[in-house]
């Protein structure tokens, strides 16, 4: 768990603290019985003072939600040179970058880009005995333009083992998976980080965070029926921003 996620814990934790100490302060105060106007007094200075602490509780997490994004934009802006291949059969004391670097070559005509083009190759995670499921290629580019022009070219992998995505942070991945289970795989992609959703007005809007994704969901519900795996056309590039 990182530091944000302990102290966004430890904010929620804190809000259910009070809460539950406040209901049963007031659920006492509510039961006291005699000197009615001494009792009236209290609920309502303590109704005040219940008040002002949510006040307190509600502004700390919008500084933490802040704390979140700014984090979440900065690690983002980390990764933009990077990708991740997944179909490649593991074998020990294998050549990550031989493997990227042919595929790259003979599948995707991308002869410019050599060992030089790569600053880092290699696999994702620890590995794990006595499993055949193969782990993701992280692969980390000199420049983005390397790494936009095999993104440019990802179709010419169709029909292949191997596949490319975006590096994505957790929170940017959590809120791409809920899109596509939401609106459909077809009406969501990713575009240097950013997930773009086409809605079923047409529009392609911009999101990256589960609040912006939130306000699209309540704006679009599923109709009954509707399948998350509803197709669509084709993606293109036009995006407007929510």
Known sequence: M??????QSAQNDLEQCVSKRMDELEAQIQCAGPAKDTVARVAEEFRTFRELIFKMLG????????CSRVVDSLETRTRRKALIFTGF???????????????????????????SSITACHRLGA???GTTRSRPILVRFSSVDSKSAIWRTKSRLKG????????????????FSRARLHFGM???????????VRSPDGARLKISTLEELNLLVAKFPKRAGESAAATGSKPGTEVRRT
């Open 89 to 115: 059969a593991e074998a020990e004391k294998e050549d990550c970058r031989a493997l990227v670097l042919e595929i790259l070559h003979k599948r995707m005509a991308l002869p410019d880009i050599t060992s």
């Open 127 to 129: 590995a794990s005995k």
């Open 186 to 196: 077809t009406s969501c992609w990713t575009q240097d980080g950013v997930i773009v």
């Open 2 to 7: 990182s530091q944000l996620d302990s102290i």
């Open 59 to 66: 502004l700390l997490r919008r500084q933490i939600a802040e």
């Open 160 to 175: 292949s083992a191997v596949a490319v995505k975006e590096f994505l942070t957790r929170t940017r991945q959590t809120v």
